[in-house]
């Protein structure tokens, strides 16, 4: 989609160890899982648990709006995992702002996004809303739709406080900048053809009871309440995964008697950790398991807290992401005692998954909390130079640090 479609980013991702990062003892707080049910049998030893749960939204499930059809405006695969449908209008400041979330959406997630506008039209509290909608339905008989979506978005400015009058006239001197013949726009902007489809885009509004603009859907699935880049990235990244996730717990393969040893590659450096499968058999079982299907490959370091640790592990980058089986901690008697202990991120005991951290200071308030399953061996110094971010403080994010690849020696 050009410009608004191609050109516009806003990063972010939420995260695991919230409270933890504070020198204060406190029980982790959880994060959201969808309601994971975890079985009340015992767990034989070196298992794991299948998470029991519908991990993503289907498309198109229980959608309170049509499906898409071929009369739709949408760009993307067709066949892509995440459907993102808007009903909004063009002269909303709602809906700039939603272009360029969808923007960012579409470059971060790229092939994995199917999006859908849908025009709508609210005359009452726009006065040129007629004329834009007109404008893209016009547009589209010379197959310029998203040029002029890109038109109308890329320059809201230059037109959302003109008098309808004006706003025709800067149609017409700005369109054939966007590759649209003006003459033949606006003699079709006057056409039945228009008018019908912007009576559909009228109509709309009172059939779906549209509260507020803009109108988003997420694979049928209405997001009510947070329509910002960073909770839709999040929605979209956690249905993704799902593409990704093991409906199996993986083979016990480790062998305790060895020495493991994992060398995660970043762009500022390798951090080398010898693992303990004697001490957390179930852990490092997972980790080499994890890192040999490639799990971890490109996986960002979302949180990176200065003085405290460096967490990773969720190719969602949300913080929320697991790889659809949990296991349970392994008490032993490694602690957060010194720097570069490296341990089992979870969202409540026997909640393990594939999210870690690795420690910069001392941590005893997490003892009891957390598995310990390894020590940096060297890149400590490394790790401590990856992309400071803390999603608890909302905001922008920087673009996180990401695993090039793990790569596991075994003695």
Same mark, same amino acid.
């Given at each position: 989609?050009?410009?608004?479609?191609?050109?516009?980013?806003?990063?972010?991702?939420?995260?695991?160890?919230?409270?933890?990062?504070?020198?204060?003892?406190?029980?982790?707080?959880?994060?959201?899982?969808?309601?994971?049910?975890?079985?009340?049998?015992?767990?034989?030893?070196?298992?794991?648990?299948?998470?029991?749960?519908?991990?993503?939204?289907?498309?198109?499930?229980?959608?309170?709006?049509?499906?898409?059809?071929?009369?739709?405006?949408?760009?993307?695969?067709?066949?892509?995992?995440?459907?993102?449908?808007?009903?909004?209008?063009?002269?909303?400041?709602?809906?700039?702002?939603?272009?360029?979330?969808?923007?960012?959406?579409?470059?971060?997630?790229?092939?994995?996004?199917?999006?859908?506008?849908?025009?709508?039209?609210?005359?009452?509290?726009?006065? &040129?809303? *007629?004329? $834009? !909608?007109?404008?893209?339905?016009? #547009?589209? =008989?010379?197959?310029?739709?998203?040029?002029?979506?890109? +038109?109308?978005?890329?320059?809201?400015?230059?037109?959302?406080?003109?008098?309808?009058?004006?706003?025709?006239?800067?149609?017409?001197?700005?369109?054939?900048?966007?590759?649209?013949?003006?003459?033949?726009?606006?003699?079709?902007? &006057?056409? *039945?053809? $228009? !008018?019908?489809?912007?009576?559909? #885009?009228? =109509?709309?509004?009172?059939?779906?009871?549209?509260?507020? +603009?803009?109108?988003?859907?997420?694979?049928?699935?209405?997001?009510?309440?947070?329509?910002?880049?960073?909770?839709?990235?999040?929605?979209?990244?956690?249905?993704?995964?799902?593409?990704?996730?093991?409906?199996?717990?993986?083979?016990?393969?480790?062998?305790?008697?060895?020495?493991?040893?994992?060398?995660? =590659?970043?762009?500022?450096?390798?951090?080398?950790?010898? +693992?303990?499968?004697?001490?957390?058999?179930?852990?490092?079982?997972?980790?080499?398991?994890?890192?040999?299907?490639?799990?971890?490959?490109?996986?960002?370091?979302?949180?990176?807290?200065?003085?405290?640790?460096?967490?990773?592990?969720?190719?969602?980058?949300?913080?929320?992401?697991?790889?659809?089986?949990?296991?349970?901690?392994?008490?032993?008697?490694?602690?957060?005692?010194?720097?570069?202990?490296?341990?089992?991120?979870?969202?409540?005991?026997?909640?393990?998954?594939?999210?870690?951290?690795?420690?910069?200071?001392?941590?005893?308030?997490?003892?009891?909390?957390?598995?310990?399953?390894?020590?940096?061996?060297?890149?400590?110094?490394?790790?401590?130079?990856?992309?400071?971010?803390?999603?608890?403080?909302?905001?922008?994010?920087?673009?996180?640090?990401?695993?090039?690849?793990?790569?596991?020696?075994?003695?």
């Amino acid at each position: 989609m050009k410009k608004i479609l191609y050109s516009l980013l806003f990063l972010g991702v939420t995260f695991l160890l919230a409270s933890c990062a504070k020198e204060q003892e406190a029980t982790p707080t959880p994060y959201i899982l969808l309601n994971p049910v975890i079985p009340d049998t015992p767990t034989p030893e070196y298992t794991c648990q299948v998470i029991n749960m519908i991990p993503t939204a289907l498309p198109n499930e229980q959608s309170l709006v049509p499906p898409v059809s071929s009369e739709d405006y949408s760009i993307g695969p067709d066949n892509a995992p995440v459907t993102l449908m808007e009903y909004c209008d063009f002269q909303s400041q709602g809906c700039l702002i939603m272009a360029e979330t969808v923007a960012g959406l579409m470059s971060n997630y790229q092939g994995g996004i199917r999006f859908v506008f849908r025009p709508i039209s609210v005359p009452e509290d726009f006065d &040129k809303s *007629d004329d $834009a !909608a007109l404008a893209a339905f016009a #547009a589209d =008989e010379q197959g310029k739709f998203w040029e002029m979506y890109d +038109l109308l978005f890329v320059k809201h400015d230059e037109w959302v406080n003109l008098s309808p009058g004006e706003f025709k006239s800067w149609l017409s001197r700005e369109a054939s900048g966007a590759g649209i013949e003006a003459g033949q726009l606006a003699e079709a902007m &006057k056409a *039945d053809e $228009a !008018a019908n489809r912007l009576k559909s #885009a009228e =109509e709309a509004v009172t059939q779906y009871s549209i509260p507020a +603009l803009p109108l988003v859907f997420i694979n049928g699935a209405l997001q009510q309440y947070f329509l910002d880049y960073q909770s839709l990235n999040d929605t979209v990244g956690l249905i993704l995964l799902g593409q990704k996730q093991f409906t199996q717990c993986p083979p016990f393969n480790v062998d305790v008697s060895k020495q493991y040893v994992a060398t995660i =590659e970043t762009a500022k450096g390798n951090i080398v950790i010898q +693992l303990f499968p004697d001490k957390a058999p179930l852990a490092v079982n997972s980790f080499l398991f994890l890192a040999r299907e490639g799990w971890y490959d490109g996986v960002t370091f979302h949180r990176v807290i200065p003085g405290f640790a460096a967490q990773a592990g969720d190719p969602s980058g949300t913080g929320r992401g697991n790889p659809g089986y949990f296991f349970n901690n392994e008490p032993n008697d490694l602690t957060f005692a010194k720097p570069g202990m490296v341990a089992m991120a979870n969202s409540g005991f026997d909640t393990n998954g594939s999210q870690f951290f690795i420690t910069f200071a001392p941590a005893t308030n997490l003892n009891g909390y957390y598995t310990i399953f390894g020590q940096v061996l060297s890149g400590l110094d490394v790790a401590e130079q990856l992309t400071p971010r803390d999603p608890s403080q909302g905001g922008y994010l920087p673009a996180g640090d990401a695993i090039i690849h793990i790569t596991i020696e075994e003695k």
